[in-house]
């Protein structure tokens, strides 16, 4: 998706039957990818230490522009103009009927690099169902925050769960039904300098209407203190206005196969994320997880 997040195996042996009362019917419709689907929204970026609020407005566009391959996979870029406020970013996904998984953006940072691909969503998506995304250790966080010349290292964990189902209105209108994900990625920043631990925590939650995709998310990001000054930023998009064009005929039958979309991803399962989830952000200011479930 566009507008972003914001993404460990154990896929399920035993399917699921089609009476479980928890399990959200063609789940791949609430993330429609279609070329040429746009969707408009507005946003909001509350920011600063706990003692200073600063208050931004942004708007972005995100689109379906066509598909490149990466490492030998076809995968469905998405390009936003200005997600969370931060530039234009293309973001690439593959989706078929076990789920999404995000594999990257551009400009992406060092950071990101060391997390995907990982999974965002599974399909059949149920009601209460939680998976752990990703659990690495030793990272390169890309940031020198006690500014000794290093680096420092970083461990990063983090889990998607479907909350349920609920009505949600934006600007484009009211949508009832709409899937309701949460994505949650924890952080222990190692200070090379110091030899201190700091941490981290970023928590989107989504809500994807069937048939149109990303509706609304909000995250929070925060940064325990450094120097008695902890850092939080809110960040909130909603839809006001959407394209989406009619599913092709092949969609179902690309859907329908499971090959390719965990053939390169079986060895980091653990798997990995969720979504959105677009998370902390380096120098550069790029989130480190994605923001959209693909409708991002």
Partial sequence: MGTAILLICAIWS??????????????????PDQIGNEW????????????????KFFSNVSSVTGTKAINGMTVTVFHDTNPGNHGPMDSFYRRDSVGIVYHGSEPGTPFEKQLVPYQIVRFPMKVSSSFPQFNRKELDFGTDLDQDGINEKADAQGDATVVGQESVTVPAGTFKDAVKVEARMHMQIHLSGTKKTTQGTDVMTAWFAKGVGLVKYVERQELSSLEDRGVVTDIMEELESDEIKPPKASLGRRESSTEGLLADDAGDYELRQVLFTPGFRSDSGEPMASKRLAAD
Avoid: K, M
Wanted: glycine share 6%.
């Fill in 14 to 31: 035993t399917p699921l039957v089609a009476e479980d009362a928890n399990v959200i019917a063609q789940s791949a419709d609430y993330f």
């Fill in 40 to 55: 408009h929204y507005r946003g909001q970026i509350t920011e600063g230490p706990l003692q200073t609020i600063e208050h």
